[in-house]
Nanobody, 120 residues
């Protein structure tokens, strides 16, 4: 399974970005999540979605970030609005087949390379 992220970049505080994660393999049941790692900090789960559309968000991004998926394109999106400088970091998507996996990185076996988001 390969995951390829895109959509990162540099934006000003309050700006928006939409990240994309293309998953190379289709599973009947799966969860895809976005994680981020800021410089000098541990990686944290930001949002997750499963094949049924169940979603979960990190408390600090609720109301600003939206995770969605396009089944035809095998792609998961993360729409990020009202971005803050402290949300600068490497955003990586991860996938795990089977039942819902949540926001713990230990529960994911497949990872992309990440896309950098810089908010100034």
């Amino acid at each position: 399974v390969q995951l390829v992220e895109s959509g990162g970049g540099s934006v000003q505080s309050g700006g928006s970005l939409r990240l994309s994660c293309v998953v190379s393999h289709h599973y009947t049941r799966w969860t895809v999540a976005w994680f981020r790692q800021a410089p000098g900090k541990e990686r944290e789960g930001v949002a997750a979605i499963d094949v049924d559309g169940r979603t979960e968000y990190l408390n600090s991004v609720k109301g600003r970030f939206t995770i969605s998926h396009d089944a035809e394109k095998n792609t998961v999106y993360l729409q990020m609005n009202s971005l803050k400088p402290e949300e600068t970091g490497l955003y990586t998507c991860a996938a795990e087949p089977g039942s819902y996996s949540g926001l713990r990185e230990i529960d994911y076996g497949y990872w992309g390379q990440g896309t950098q988001v810089t908010v100034s």
